[in-house]
């Protein structure tokens, strides 16, 4: 089992940045990526990014990129979603994930994340 504590949520105003925070615990080596997705009141869950513990390689989706950063922290197991410029559009929860499974970073779908937080509330006014 892999236990995910996310952190960092918050109100924020249009423009604004945020740092949200994934702390991993339990059997985190067999996690081999780690994705964040959100999901908006009344709508599906939507992927956002994802990145590779061992390589580093990231994926975000069209909607973030260029102003949403995923890295990650191996020694503390900790995953962070950088976040600027944010939008009212932004506003979710949001939720990481861990995989096991060994795929292109482009390729990962929610279905192969076995592992997920509770997430963390972002708010953006406008």
């Known amino acids: 089992q892999v236990q995910l504590v996310e952190s960092g949520g918050g109100l924020v105003q249009a423009g604004d940045s945020l740092r949200l925070s994934c702390a991993a615990s339990g059997r985190t080596f067999s996690s081999v990526a780690m994705g964040w997705f959100r999901q908006a009141p009344g709508k599906g869950r939507e992927f956002v990014a994802a990145i590779s513990w061992g390589s580093g390689n990231r994926y975000y989706a069209n909607s973030v990129k260029g102003r949403f950063t995923i890295s990650r922290d191996n020694a503390k197991n900790t995953v962070y979603l950088q976040m600027n410029s944010l939008k009212p559009e932004d506003t979710a929860v949001y939720h990481c994930?861990?995989?096991?499974?060994?795929?292109?970073?482009?390729?990962?779908?929610?279905?192969?994340?076995?592992?997920w937080g509770q997430g963390t509330r972002v708010t953006v006014s406008s």
């Open positions: 994930a861990a995989t096991s499974f060994d795929r292109p970073i482009d390729a990962y779908t929610g279905a192969d994340f076995r592992f």
